[in-house]
T-cell receptor, first 118, second 119 residues
Framework: AQTVTQSQPEMSVQEAETVTLSCTYDTSESDYYLFWYKQPPSRQMILVIR??????QNATENRFSVNFQKAAKSFSLKISDSQLGDAAMYFC???????????????FGKGTLLTVNP | GAVVSQHPSRVICKSGTSVKIECRSLDFQATTMFWYRQFPKQSLMLMAT?????????EQGVEKDKFLINHASLTLSTLTVTSAHPEDSSFYIC???????????????FGAGTRLSVL
């Protein structure tokens, strides 16, 4: 079974600074997807960024980028120019590649609570 | 992105009553939807996979008779918490992925969640 580990229960960053959230995972599959979701106090899950394992290039979405190291099974999230609105719980998630039914299900890490200090 | 609507957002009920939560995909058809439970300051725990036109697949340890799932159409899945008790109080979240090819298929979109409080 796949597992996702987020070793940082809490992180803090100063506004406008950069912070990196770590995530490691364990899988025997060669193709899969990785995601970072954000859950603000409203508790709405919001997709931040995703990475296909077969792509070597690291995904980037504006101020958010990932460092995907497939051999090390590492998938960290870097937030640049942190803003107060970035404060939230961040979850790393894994999804297998094969389509259909329960193969779509996500395996989540325990989350990292990010605080942004003004 | 795709929109998933969940209703109600908050429900308070007496112990012993049943509560139904609806999850709708508003702009796409979803043959599969997922139901999660989340305790305060914890991660999402998958409860079951809802399959349109067939029985739901429950995760180990989840009581099928307690948490009834019905996926009667391609845009609606319901979770009914039967004979609710205080220990069922939690935050319940649904999600769905758009079908077809392409990137959107691989993304799960989440409802806003339902906070259930059983007195």
């Amino acid at each position: 079974a796949q597992t996702v580990t987020q070793s940082q229960p809490e992180m803090s960053v100063q506004e406008a600074e950069t912070v990196t959230l770590s995530c490691t995972y364990d899988t025997s599959e060669s193709d899969y997807y990785l995601f970072w979701y954000k859950q603000p106090p409203s508790r709405q899950m919001i997709l931040v960024i995703r990475q296909e394992a077969y792509k070597q290039q690291n995904a980037t979405e504006n101020r958010f980028s990932v460092n995907f190291q497939k051999a090390a099974k590492s998938f960290s999230l870097k937030i640049s120019d942190s803003q107060l609105g970035d404060a939230a719980m961040y979850f790393c998630a894994y999804r297998g590649y094969n389509s259909g039914g329960s193969n779509y299900k996500l395996t989540f890490g325990k989350g990292t609570l990010l605080t942004v200090n003004p | 992105g795709a929109v998933v609507s969940q209703h109600p957002s908050r429900v308070i009920c007496k112990s012993g009553t049943s509560v139904k939560i609806e999850c709708r995909s508003l702009d796409f058809q979803a043959t599969t939807m997922f139901w999660y439970r989340q305790f305060p300051k914890q991660s999402l725990m998958l409860m079951a996979t809802s399959n349109e036109g067939s029985k739901a697949t429950y995760e180990q340890g989840v009581e099928k008779d307690k948490f009834l799932i019905n996926h009667a159409s391609l845009t609606l899945s319901t979770l009914t918490v039967t004979s609710a008790h205080p220990e069922d109080s939690s935050f319940y979240i649904c999600s769905a992925s758009p079908p077809g090819r392409g990137g959107a298929k691989n993304i799960q979109y989440f409802g806003a969640g339902t906070r259930l409080s059983v007195l």
